[in-house]
């Protein structure tokens, strides 16, 4: 059984900066996708930025590129989001999910099959 646990959220204030990290465990597959969704009170839950397991570069919503990184290290079955130069309208819980066999990973958070508790980010203004 695939479980994946977020953590790193907090509050800061804008412009400042947070590394998320997801810790994968029963998920050992080369192949899929995982990444980051977030969900704002009131709204739709969005993906933030995705890639696939077995390399490749990471695909973004436009409200983050630049600001948000994803990465992972399959040593340690972890998946990272970096967020720089946060803003206020980044607060929501922000969630780490996976998608096993897939090929093309896509954002739409009906895709992924496997999904962690969450975790909280705050930006204040």
């Known amino acids: 059984q695939v479980q994946l646990v977020e953590s790193g959220g907090g509050s800061v204030q804008t412009g400042g900066s947070l590394r998320l990290s997801c810790v994968a465990s029963?998920?050992?597959?080369?192949?899929?996708?995982m990444g980051w969704f977030r969900q704002a009170p009131g709204k739709e839950r969005e993906g933030v930025g995705v890639l696939a397991r077995n390399g490749g570069i990471p695909t973004y919503a436009d409200s983050v590129k630049g600001r948000f990184t994803v990465s992972q290290d399959r040593s340690k079955n972890t998946l990272y989001l970096e967020m720089n130069n946060l803003e206020p309208e980044d607060t929501a819980m922000y969630y780490c999910?996976?998608?096993?066999?897939?090929?093309?990973?896509?954002?739409?958070?009906?895709?992924?099959?496997?999904w962690g508790q969450g975790t909280q980010v705050t930006v204040s203004s």
């Open positions: 029963g998920y050992t597959d080369k192949s899929g996708c």
């Open positions: 999910a996976a998608r096993r066999f897939a090929v093309i990973c896509g954002r739409d958070f009906g895709l992924y099959n496997y």
